[in-house]
């Protein structure tokens, strides 16, 4: 099977599908490997390093494309991407279907099978192909690294001979997998951190890393697949009134909160921002999907007229491109592994649960019944 690696095109993005190591291991599985000449290089995986685990380089991306059975991706392929899918190859990437089904359609015809990444089911036996996961991991991470840098003040409590340094008091808003990242690593650097999420049930995961959790007392919206539903309106006022005092004595808030298939949750209004302290810092890592923060402006930072930095900086994980790539890689090694048979021929069994959820097009349609319905 040939298995193909453009250079990413969408400015900014500097992962890269499959990362050296990833290389070595399919081509020792027999599999035949083609990469786009600087595919890697945002990553720091060079031509030379992935022509020495055994991938073939090519010049130009209508090679790449051209040689696929497999394309492998980062990014929804561009309309100038879509254009050089191979008829009859299976693309990977990232898609999100449900939010852009032209995409989809395009993509079906094209008469290209679509494998879409973020609809991995959020399942044990799926979680070592969860790129939802693992890149949402290096966002929390990175989140809280740019509100470390951007607050004019320490993360950790110090007592030295020069006064007392009391810790930064940071906030986390979405206790998902960003939130619970964010929350270990403002820890590490020895924040006093509080978070809050509309499901309950991640008061105890919370709690296991050293964190407060803000009790709020409305409903539990814990919908299913371990995601949230959206909050009712009574709900909403009684949840902002509350969060308002804990926003107000933060000097940095990190809001990740998201909700399958919507805007993301507005939790930040501007009268909410402007009680903060000057010199505080939000970072909303849902800044893509319209934003936690009313305040927010997607891909940018700025420090607004009362003097609080909002941090609307988009796709953190290109940011720490070496390790995203390399867990981005592995999912995909893993997904690789799952459907194909011990000859390394591809077998995409349609009654799979973890096929079933991620198989948006084939034969020329969209066979994904809720992408279908979308895209109607
Ligand atoms: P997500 O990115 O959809 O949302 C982030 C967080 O925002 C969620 O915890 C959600 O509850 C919270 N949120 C939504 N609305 C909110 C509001 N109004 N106020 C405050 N918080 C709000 O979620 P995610 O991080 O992708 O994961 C969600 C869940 O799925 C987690 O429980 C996670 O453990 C689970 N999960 C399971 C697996 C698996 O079993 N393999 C894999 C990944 C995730």
């Known amino acids: 099977m040939i298995i193909a690696i453009p250079r990413e095109t969408v400015p900014g993005e500097r992962r890269v599908a499959l990362v050296t190591e990833s290389v070595k291991r399919l081509v020792g599985k027999k599999h035949e490997v083609v990469v786009e000449s600087g595919a890697g290089l945002g990553a720091e995986c060079s031509d030379e390093e992935l022509r020495a685990a055994g991938a073939r380089i090519e010049s130009s991306a209508a090679a790449v494309y051209g040689a696929a059975d497999v394309l492998l991706k980062v990014q929804p392929p561009t309309p100038e991407e879509v254009s050089?899918?191979?008829?009859?190859?299976?693309?990977?990437?990232?898609?999100?279907?449900?939010?852009?089904?032209?995409?989809?359609?395009?993509?079906?015809g094209r008469q290209v099978t679509l494998l879409a990444m973020d609809m991995v089911p959020r399942t044990t036996l799926a979680q070592m192909m969860d790129v939802l996961s693992s890149q949402a991991t290096i966002a929390g991470y990175r989140a809280v690294l740019l509100a470390a840098e951007a607050l004019p003040k320490l993360f950790p409590m110090l007592m030295t001979a020069a006064g007392t340094i009391p810790p930064a008091k940071v906030l986390v808003l979405g206790a998902g997998v960003a939130g619970l990242q964010a929350i270990a690593t403002a820890r590490r650097l020895g924040a006093v951190v509080e978070a809050y999420d509309v499901r309950k049930v991640v008061k105890e995961q919370v709690e296991s890393l050293g964190a407060r959790f803000v009790n709020i007392e409305i409903e539990d919206a814990a919908g299913s697949g371990g995601y949230a539903k959206e909050l009712s309106e009574e709900a909403k006022k009684k949840q902002a009134e509350a969060l308002a005092v804990h926003v107000a004595k933060s000097d940095a808030v990190i809001t990740t909160a998201q909700v399958p298939g919507r805007r993301a949750p507005l939790l930040l209004p501007a009268d909410m921002v402007r009680r903060m302290k000057s010199g505080s810092v939000v970072v909303d890592i849902a800044a893509e999907q319209g934003g936690n923060c009313e305040l927010t402006r997607p891909g940018e930072r700025y420090r607004t007229e009362f003097g609080v930095t909002v941090i609307g900086e988009k796709n953190l994980p290109s940011q720490l491109a070496v390790h995203a790539s390399a867990m981005y890689s592995r999912n995909l090694e893993k997904l690789l592994a799952h459907v194909t048979d011990k000859d390394g021929a591809l077998k995409l069994d349609a009654s799979d649960e973890i096929v079933k959820g991620m198989l948006i097009t084939r034969g020329g349609d969209i066979i994904h019944p809720a992408v279908a319905d979308v895209a109607l």
């Not at 990437?93 to 852009?100: D, E, I």
């Open 84 to 108: 050089l899918l191979k008829s009859g190859s299976v693309l990977v990437s990232l898609a999100y279907p449900l939010a852009n089904p032209k995409l989809a359609r395009a993509i079906a």
